[in-house]
């Protein structure tokens, strides 16, 4: 059983570009998550999907952040127009529906220039 | 808005001991609590879930729950250096604390 995937691991961009993550959940896993993290900081919610819909976002999460998971499998999250503050380690987690025991990605790291 | 706390450490104890790592939270209705362990540099692995009042042991480690008093704890006993990573405690899955930093010394 392969685990939790997601690409690319490093993304560099510039203030202002938009950027596009990707996660692959366990297979049979109904539920994923998306969280950020930033350094000596817990990871910080940002929406989860129970198959192909969206459940729940967080407040917080600024209209620059959209994701989607269009057939219940994989799941993309976009950042448009990148601020430094942006940058920060996009973490992807899954688990089997009505339990929120997490399998973490290995996270992509974004640096914001 | 729902908090959860974490002593955020560092927590050093000797190779041995008992290390007792404590969180506390805010939403009295949560019904599910989650301990991680976190290495540095990797993704938080699941190591306890919790979800009756009590002690639940898997191994070395013990989650205790306490509803009432809202504090949720992990007992890891004859702690080992390679315990030595930063322990998220979870709240109802999706709020984690800022994370207890472990050190264990030989």
């Known amino acids: 059983d392969t685990g939790v995937s997601q690409d690319p691991r490093h993304k560099i961009t510039k203030r202002g570009q938009n950027v596009t993550f990707r996660c692959d959940p366990i297979?049979?896993?109904?539920?994923l998550y998306w969280y950020r993290q930033t350094l000596g900081q817990g990871p910080e919610f940002l929406t989860y999907f129970q198959n192909e819909a969206q459940l729940e976002k967080s407040r917080l999460l600024s209209d620059r952040f959209s994701a989607e998971r269009p057939k219940g499998s994989f799941s993309t999250l976009e950042i448009q127009r990148t601020e430094q503050g942006d940058s920060a380690m996009y973490l992807c987690?899954?688990?089997?529906?009505?339990?929120?025991?997490?399998?973490f990605g290995p996270g992509t790291r974004l640096t914001v220039t | 808005q729902k908090e959860v706390e974490q002593n955020s450490g560092p927590l050093s104890v000797p190779e041995g001991a008992i290390a007792s790592l404590n969180c506390t939270y805010s939403?009295?209705?949560?019904?599910?609590f989650f301990w991680y362990r976190q290495y540095s540099g990797k993704s938080p692995e699941l190591i306890m879930s919790?979800?009756?009042?009590g002690d639940k042991e898997d191994g070395r480690f013990t989650a205790q729950l306490n509803k009432a008093s809202q504090y949720v704890s992990l007992l890891i006993r004859d702690s080992q250096p390679s315990d030595s990573a930063t322990y998220l405690c979870a709240v109802a899955g999706l709020t984690f604390g800022q994370g207890t930093i472990l050190t264990v010394h030989p």
């Open positions: 987690a899954s688990s089997l529906a009505f339990t929120y025991e997490q399998y």
């Open positions: 939403d009295r209705g949560s019904q599910s």
């Open positions: 297979s049979e896993h109904n539920r």
């Open positions: 919790i979800y009756s009042n």
